[in-house]
């Protein structure tokens, strides 16, 4: 059964500070992996998705990295802002476009300015 | 890309009552629904996957029968919470199919917040 961890569950920077979000899965037999962003009491906003065969997507000040073998991805946030503080969460997709995703418990950001 | 829209965005409610949520796709036709709950900084976990014209399929431990999905049109899903009780407590989201499954990557509704009391 496919399980998806997050670490650290919750972060607090300072603004400007460069920060990494990790997300690990026990099957790497994974179709491709997003990352999302939720606000308190909002749905989800994709950030990045990354196919199985690629190694990393940009936009803007993220980077998201993916090492299937390993089971694991990053999210990598430059120059942090106050509007950054949200909640960021890791999902895999075990089979095509259409299938359901398997969710990390997420990462609670905070970045104070 | 695609605009989702859930109605209510959140409502109180006593125990024993039923609540219904909507789900609309509002710039393109769902053929398949995924409806997803979040309890309290736990993951999202998918509970019931709504097809159009057809019976919906529930995950394991979700009880058909007090989550009742409507899927009667290609843009309209609904959940309807039977004889809620306080453990039903929760963040429901939805997230369409968009038709042909072209793209991986998933548009989610903004959530409804059920509150039992």
């Known amino acids: 059964k496919q399980e998806v961890t997050q670490i650290p569950a919750a972060l607090s920077v300072p603004e400007g500070e460069n920060l990494v979000l990790n997300c690990s899965f026990t099957?790497?037999?994974?179709?491709?992996l997003q990352w999302f962003r939720q606000d308190p009491g909002k749905g989800l906003t994709s950030l990045l998705l990354i196919q199985s065969s690629q190694r990393e997507q940009t936009s803007g000040r993220l980077n998201a990295s993916l090492d299937k073998s390993s089971g694991r991805s990053t999210l990598y946030i430059a120059a942090s802002q106050p509007g950054d503080s949200a909640t960021y969460l890791c999902a895999v997709s075990v089979g095509q476009a259409g299938t359901a995703l398997i969710f990390g418990k997420g990462t609670t950001l905070s970045v104070s300015s | 890309g695609a605009v989702v829209s859930q109605h209510p965005s959140w409502v109180i409610c006593k125990s024993g009552t039923s609540v219904k949520i909507e789900c609309r796709s509002l710039?393109?036709?769902?053929?398949?629904m995924f409806w997803y709950r979040q309890f309290p900084k736990q993951s999202l976990m998918l509970m019931a996957t709504?097809?159009?014209?057809?019976?919906?399929?529930?995950e394991q431990g979700v009880e058909k029968d007090k989550f009742l999905i409507n899927h009667a049109s290609l843009t309209l899903s609904t959940l309807t919470v039977t004889s809620a009780h306080p453990e039903d407590s929760s963040f429901y989201i939805c997230t369409p199919i968009l038709p042909g499954r072209t793209t991986d990557t998933q548009y989610f509704g903004p959530g409804t917040r059920l509150t039992v009391l």
């Open positions: 099957d790497s037999a994974i179709y491709n």
């Open positions: 709504s097809n159009e014209g057809s019976k919906a399929t529930y």
């Open positions: 710039d393109f036709q769902a053929t398949t």
